[in-house]
């Protein structure tokens, strides 16, 4: 699987970054003169302007060997987008992307850290451990973190999963973010993410996120997630700057059709 290279720091990125989608409209014209419009997901374009500067050599030499690799514009790649939450129906832990163990129950419409009442309340009435998680096709041997906001009625825990690591947090009654950040294995061509909590607990969730990065930023709810498998670089040519010794800049420019 040919994917788009983190950067030293673990980012995809250096800000700004231009995100731009374009989508499509089918317009069927009827013979008495009347039309009808409808949105045609299939038809969405979305393309980033990622400008890099004070790039290191290794991070210069990765993105020379990555581009030759996709041959300029000829071959597709898996590209995570460092402005989105990779995960699907972050907001909504009952759909089917969402893999629930047996005995895990979830419901919607407890109070929420931003005011709202969009917390769900994750249950595990069972005597072992139990876990909510999504598993994307994106490369196992990145940098990611994931994170949460939590609470409980009584002091709890909850233990976060990436990949087949693990990290347990101290959950409070009180809404509290918890984050977890490392590597997975780095020949997988998928990885796990999710949420365990332990056997009798009752823990309320809110804003399930993961990034391709080391920390965790603002969360942003999803719904298609950020992973773009078949994504390509939009121009033949990679120009890179060079202004000092281990001091590099360049642009790259990525782009992704549903229908592609």
């Not at 030293?8 to 003169?33: C, E, H, M, S």
């Not at 987008?81 to 047996?102: F, I, M, Q």
């Not at 977890?180 to 009798?200: C, M, Q, V, Y």
């Amino acid at each position: 699987m040919l994917v788009y290279p983190q950067l030293g720091t673990g980012a995809l990125g250096q800000f700004p970054i231009r995100k731009q989608q374009r989508a499509r409209t089918v317009v069927n014209a009827a013979a008495d003169g009347s039309s009808f419009k409808l949105a045609d997901p299939a038809g969405t374009t979305t393309e980033w302007t990622l400008a890099y500067a004070c790039l290191t050599d290794g991070e210069k030499a990765a993105l020379e060997q990555f581009f030759a690799a996709a041959e300029g514009t000829l071959n597709g790649f898996t590209f995570l987008d460092p402005t989105a939450n990779l995960l699907s129906w972050s907001g909504k832990l009952d759909e089917a992307v969402w893999a629930r163990d047996p005995l895990v129950s979830v419901a919607v419409g407890m109070a929420d850290p931003a005011g709202g009442s969009g917390a769900w309340r994750m249950a595990n009435p069972g005597a072992a451990a139990q876990a909510i998680s999504q598993t994307l096709a994106a490369p196992g041997g990145y940098l990611y973190c994931v994170s949460a906001y939590v609470r409980a009625e009584a002091a709890s825990t909850a233990t976060m999963l990436l990949g087949n690591s693990r990290g347990e947090q101290a959950v409070q009654t009180q809404w509290r973010r918890i984050a977890f950040a490392g590597n997975g294995d780095a020949t997988a061509e998928s990885i796990r993410f999710g949420l365990e909590i332990p056997a009798g607990a009752t823990v309320d969730v809110f804003g399930i996120q993961v990034e391709p990065q080391s920390g965790a930023s603002v969360y942003r709810a999803s719904t298609t997630g950020g992973v773009y498998e078949n994504a390509r670089l939009r121009d033949d040519e990679l120009s890179i700057t060079t202004t000092g010794p281990n001091y590099h800049s360049c642009t790259v420019n990525i782009i992704h059709v549903n229908h592609i």
